[in-house]
């Protein structure tokens, strides 16, 4: 599942250490590593200073405060020693940080390349209050509805028609911002067909709560025989799904429409 | 909000009775309504900073109990408690209200009273001007709450990301007055930073190098630094976009070239600071804490200060991680990742140094180190969870879900957990009563309880969108498991409220110093400290805090603080002022000091704020430069005509009131040794300016390379009357010049006529430029034809209205050298001079850009 979107002899070393295949899969194994490190070092951080607070309460008898060592009202600052154990804590935690971030951005790299052009579908998002269109290879255009085939790289291209928006679906794990006069681009593939949602995640007005559309993946050859139906002509269709939530949101619009 | 109202009169109570006798007679005491509006004392302006914050915390809180009462559950359309508009209403204010007038002036409180204290010194730099802060913000945040009276405040988030930022997309009069309220904040945090910085840099006692003062101070002093730049560029991304809304340029129009991508440089440039400038205070709190009550010197002092100097500094170069999946490219991701991760690290070495330093004490879990014990728990959770957000894939995915919204409410409302504990800590000083430990334990108890209720589930449930109340289903238990923390963690406050109002009035009476181990100097003194702060001069000169009989003093060291603000105290016309420098010159013992010992009183500062309030009130209904038809736009228009009356007016009023800033020997003042501290204000302000000014050229430059840089054609076509004004300015210079050796000479007409000579100049850059834009409005040009007539207009504009201020300034002294002024004390005209000089520098760089390429 994983490996057949890498070109296996460029990393030859690393292709099993650095996540690559689906959006979701390297997020889920980058997500779950960040996870266990995160929650060790974090419990042995925070446990190790319960622990020593609690040993060293006032009245514990275990802390010692000498003569010379005591602090006095009016004194110049200055600081207690311990550098030693300081650098230590601070260089373990510097090479943890930075070799955590350096091993995801093999992945980002992996990412940033995107699919070979060859391989996948083109889909143009153009985000709208408070909606999405998408326009496929062949013109055909839909809003509301993307429909996707499975275990194919889309390659989609993002912008808006109006104000900032944020086009996610965030079970694919992909997301871009759509921003005015700019494109941005991104990519997923979706293993299991079935229907996901893609939300906006820049406020961007009144609709924002609901500016939604349903993502459908096709199993492939569903999908082939639904794209050979469409053409062109139908463009700005909304499918009749969408219908509805189309007309509610655009009640949430602005009087003012640029 | 009645609940915080208690904190101000316990204050008032409470507050620092003993204004020392005879030194200001019409000074009235902290029972007296009076005082609060009159007084300039830090530590009174402390007090009304902290008080006020706490209100806008109530309102902030309130705000947010409506949004999570909404996200009770997954709402459909027309459901919940909240319309649409009003939930994004209530999102955008709870963000500006908690970050701008809550957090940093909570913060900003603490080191008003404290820091003058910890350093030595009797009071601010420039105390009329630190009214002048307290009362910005204050009447920031009253036009902020009207703006929700307007047809609805600001909608589009505290990130107010264009172009919904624009009245094409938020169209409410509310909108642009939210917009103009940040700006009145700006600029009181602008005066507070210039304060601050020459305070610190200028007015410690001997022996208090850099090196020595306390961490409160020095987080106080980084934070200052940082908000002086990082104001200045919000400063202008929001006149841009008050222009944009009000005036009707276009930079961040929908149809503008990369305007939305420009607004998210210009904001986050600022916004990244930012988290550190709220951030920092409470760093500070935590050091002083972490020592006092352990009993321990914090570990690696000196690593812990070169890690705050790093991250200060760094601030600046990390923005563009918040802009990950906009069209930057790789490189840059790549260049902003090393920065971030890069910037991370300082604070793990804090982190650390914290913990270590409790090792070996005898730790009293008094309610101050519990909320700062507490504080840094919560930091460490939200720092392992930031590192998540610097490894940019897992960045692409957590973009705008509550990831975020957990992870900066662990790390920013982990500092005010701190900055919580810091008002226990510092409340025995500041009322001279003790709070009700128990009360205090139970707060702490409570709080946590509620903290981690609230904001831990929004990690498990990191998959909701950001600002949005229609949600996945299953995420329901958990945002409900969230509202239920959220009413904890925000009644938890009413035990504060109450132990804290109570113990105002009937608390035990708190000693100098209540806390053991405590080293600073403001323990050093009574609680409430005198009104002057030290009984005598204090000193480090023997590695320790010592006061020297103020009589002790070797006359010829006793030096004047300089004057205050623009002009005052310039040897001129007004008796008192006169007075002082015979003073300064001729009996300058310590009866002499006693005698003309520092001011604390003046009206002006509150009535200036009260005119600029009513100066943008006034234009807040303005569209495309014009008022609404009608009677509301005539009381718009009289509102804002009546307010520069009394704006221009406090002005002199305060230019001509006899004032002294705090008598003090110079001790340690690096780097602005033997510099006065009007000249350091002037260089630290106009150092803002520069940048205020870099971010217009930013802006010009980036629009214009977006649209293509060969294709923009320069608007004024004709580049002459930009030539002609070129040499009016640098003409204009050399007359200042002039006039500053006039008044060292003691050569009033020569004085006279310079100044005047600069004024005629000033003004004849000013027609010149009127003609020159009479004939663009004539060839039909204007400030919304395009983006290319935005940037001209605005950018221009910006800069006369700088030659406009220099030339009510220059006429109000010309006025003055007429009668005698300036002659034995020339630093009003220098200061001037010096702020002159930089407006014609600007003008060497506009003139290129806008004129010849």
């Known amino acids: 599942m994983v490996t057949e979107l890498v070109p296996a002899a460029a990393f030859p070393l690393q292709s099993g250490l650095v996540p690559r295949g689906t959006r979701t899969f390297v997020f889920e194994s980058i997500f779950e590593v960040f996870l266990l490190l995160g929650t060790l070092v974090g419990v042995v951080v925070v446990g190790y200073m319960l622990y020593n607070a609690y040993k060293y309460r006032s009245g514990s008898g275990n802390g010692h405060i000498d003569d010379e060592d005591r602090l006095v009202l009016g004194e110049l600052p200055s600081g207690s020693g311990g550098g030693r154990k300081l650098f230590t804590s601070f260089f373990m935690s510097m090479i943890i940080v930075v070799s955590l971030v350096s091993w995801t951005y093999l992945t980002l790299l992996y990412v940033e390349e995107g699919p070979s052009d060859a391989e996948s579908l083109d889909v143009e998002v153009e985000g709208y209050q408070f909606g999405w269109r998408f326009t496929y290879p062949n013109g055909h255009t839909t809003d509301g509805v993307l429909r996707v085939p499975a275990d194919r790289p889309v390659q989609l291209t993002i912008t808006t028609a109006d104000v900032f928006h944020n086009f996610g679906i965030t079970e694919l794990r992909v997301k871009s911002d759509a921003i005015p006069g700019q494109e941005t681009e991104t990519w997923f593939t979706a293993d299991e067909p079935g229907t996901y949602t893609a939300q906006c995640y820049e406020l961007c007005g009144a609709g924002h709560s609901y500016m939604s559309a349903e993502v459908i993946v096709m199993p492939p050859d569903e999908y082939e025989a639904w794209y050979a139906n469409t053409t062109a002509d139908n463009a700005t269709a909304s499918e009749s799904s969408a219908d509805e939530s189309v007309a509610a949101k655009s009640s949430l619009r602005p009087a003012v429409v640029p | ?853």
């Open chain 2, 1 to 853: 909000m009645t609940d915080a109202s208690p904190g101000g009169d316990a204050a008032a109570d409470g507050g620092h009775e003993v204004a020392r006798g005879g030194d200001d007679h019409d000074f009235p005491g902290t029972g007296s309504i009076k005082r609060w509006f009159v007084t300039t004392n830090h530590k009174d302006v402390g007090i009304l900073y902290i008080v006020t914050s706490l209100f806008f915390l109530v309102l902030g809180g309130v705000l947010a109990w409506l949004m999570r009462i909404q996200l009770l559950a997954p709402r459909a359309l027309g459901e919940g408690i909240l319309a649409p508009v009003a939930y994004n209403q209530a999102v955008s204010a709870h963000g500006l209200l908690m970050v701008f007038w809550f957090l940093s002036p909570f913060a900003f409180g603490f080191a008003n009273y404290v820091v003058p204290l910890q350093l030595g010194a009797k009071d601010l730099a420039f105390p009329r001007l630190n009214a002048l802060s307290y009362w910005l913000y204050l009447f920031s945040g009253i036009l902020f709450g009207v703006s929700f009276f307007q047809g609805g405040t600001f909608s589009g988030g505290w990130t107010m990301y264009a172009p919904l930022n624009v009245p094409t997309f938020t169209p409410d009069v509310g909108a642009s007055t939210a917009v103009l309220a940040l700006v009145l904040f700006v600029a009181s945090v602008t005066v507070s930073s210039v304060n601050f910085l020459t305070t610190m840099h200028r007015m410690r006692a001997e022996g208090l190098t850099l090196r020595n003062v306390p961490l409160f101070s020095w987080t106080i002093l980084l934070t200052a630094w940082m908000m002086l730049f990082a104001f200045a560029a919000l400063l202008a991304a929001l006149l841009v976009l008050s222009s944009d809304r009000l005036l009707g340029t276009t930079y961040f129009a929908m149809e503008s070239p990369a305007g939305a991508l420009l607004w998210t440089h210009l904001f986050w440039f600022f916004g990244h600071p930012e988290v550190y400038i709220v951030f920092f205070p409470a760093l500070g709190v935590m050091a002083e804490v972490f020592q006092t009550f352990p009993g321990r010197r914090i570990v690696g002092r000196k690593w812990f200060i070169l890690a705050m100097v790093l991250v200060a500094i760094q601030s600046f170069a990390v923005w563009m991680h918040h802009m990950f999946l906009t069209s930057i490219n790789l490189q840059v991701k790549t260049l902003f990742m090393i920065t971030t991760i890069g910037i991370s690290l300082p604070f793990d070495l804090m982190v650390f140094a914290l913990i270590y330093t409790m090792l070996k004490g005898k730790i009293r879990f008094t309610t101050p180190f519990l909320f700062v014990f507490g504080a840094l728990l919560l930091f460490i959770i939200g720092g392992i969870t930031g590192v998540f957000l610097g490894a940019v894939v897992l960045d692409y995915e957590f973009r705008g879900t509550y990831w975020v919204v957990a992870h900066f409410h662990y790390v920013m409302v982990g500092g005010v957990t701190a900055l919580v504990g810091g008002l226990y800590y510092w409340f025995p000083k500041m009322t001279g009563r003790m709070y009700d430990e128990f009360l205090g334990k139970l707060h702490f108890a409570v709080y946590f309880v509620g903290f981690n209720l609230l904001y831990f589930p929004l990690f498990v449930a990191w998959e909701t969108p950001r600002r949005v109340f229609d949600y996945a289903p299953e995420l329901a238990p958990w945002h409900q498991l969230a509202t239920v923390g959220g009413f904890v963690l925000g009644l938890s406050f009413l035990i504060m409220f109450y132990n804290l109002f109570k113990s105002a009035f009937v608390g035990d009476p708190a000693p100098d110093n209540p806390w053991e181990y405590a080293t600073t100097a403001e323990w050093a003194v009574s609680s409430p400290p005198p009104l002057e702060n030290f009984d005598g001069t204090p000193t480090y000169r023997d590695g320790h805090l010592e006061f020297i009989d103020d009589g002790e003093v070797a006359p010829s060291e006793e030096r004047s603080g300089g004057p205050t603000g623009a002009a005052v105290s310039d040897g001129g016309v007004t008796a008192s002022a006169t007075r002082a420098v015979t003073a300064d010159a001729e009996l300058p013992t310590a009866e002499a000091t006693e005698v003309e010992g520092p001011s604390h009183a003046s009206i002006w500062p509150f009535v200036l704020s009260a005119g600029a309030f009513l100066v943008l009130l006034g234009l807040s209904p303005l569209q495309d430069a014009a008022f609404p038809e009608g009677m509301v736009g005539a009381a718009y228009a009289t509102t804002a005509v009546a307010g520069g009356v009394v704006t221009l007016g406090s002005l002199v009023a305060m230019g001509l009131e006899p004032f002294h800033g705090p008598v003090f020997e110079e001790g340690e003042a690096w780097p602005f040794a033997g510099i006065d501290n009007g000249k350091v204000g002037m260089w630290i302000f106009l150092a803002s300016d520069v940048v205020l000014f870099g971010g217009f050229l930013g802006a010009y430059v980036f629009t214009r390379v977006a649209f293509g840089w060969t294709g923009w054609e320069p608007i004024p076509s004709d580049p002459i009357p930009g030539l002609v004004n070129t040499y009016i300015l640098l003409t204009s210079s050399f007359t200042v010049v002039l006039a500053l050796v006039a008044a060292e000479k003691k050569h009033k007409w020569g004085l006279v006529t310079s100044l005047g000579a600069t004024f005629v100049l000033g003004i004849g850059f000013l027609v010149n430029k009127g003609l020159e834009w009479q004939h663009l409005f004539h060839e039909g040009l204007w400030l919304s034809t395009n983006v290319r007539a935005s940037t001209f207009f605005l950018t221009t504009g910006l800069h006369a209205a700088h030659v406009i201020a220099g030339l009510v300034v220059a006429l109000y002294l010309t006025a003055r050298a007429w009668r005698g002024a300036y002659l034995e004390d020339s630093r009003s005209v220098e200061y001037f001079g010096l702020y002159w000089h930089f407006v014609d520098i600007v003008w060497l760089f506009l003139f290129p850009l806008f004129y010849i390429l």
